[in-house]
């Protein structure tokens, strides 16, 4: 925000309190059911605030890219569980599929192989948002 205003003013300031609170809004959900962290929701409501709201949809289409490659890197490379991602398709797709039981088999969701660094995507999409926006005015 303090970026946000040095350069446009209280303009600028409302500019970036208002992609601050379209940020959070795109995350709040995954919070409030622990899909996501509290460190995730602050930082992409200030890097939402430091792009603005005029480059906001291009930035949170980058971090949702980012973050999708960055769970496949992750399940590739053998860094995280994919055994809420099996247990997901199989209750969805699998009528035989004993849902209670594939549930009490899934480990904690304390359990470090469970989580995936959004932070990074958040940091990849900013970067990217950047770069797409000195290229255009360049």
Known sequence: LCVQSG?????????????????????????????????????????GAFVGLREMPFFLMAVSIAGLFVALWMLC????????????FRSVFDWR?????????????SDERVR????????????ATLLAEAAIKG
Do not use: E, N, T
Request: charge should be positive.
């Open 97 to 109: 599929y004993d849902r209670k039981a594939g549930k009490a088999a899934l480990p904690p969701k």
């Open 77 to 88: 490379a053998r860094q995280v569980s994919a055994a809420r991602l099996k247990h997901l």
């Open 7 to 47: 350069w446009w003013g209280w303009a600028g300031f409302g500019d970036g309190l208002a992609a601050a609170g379209v940020a959070v809004l795109f995350l709040i959900l995954p919070f409030l059911i622990r899909a996501a962290g509290a460190g995730d929701l602050k930082m992409l409501a200030a890097c």
């Open 116 to 127: 995936v660094p959004f932070g990074i995507a958040i940091a990849i999409g900013v970067w």
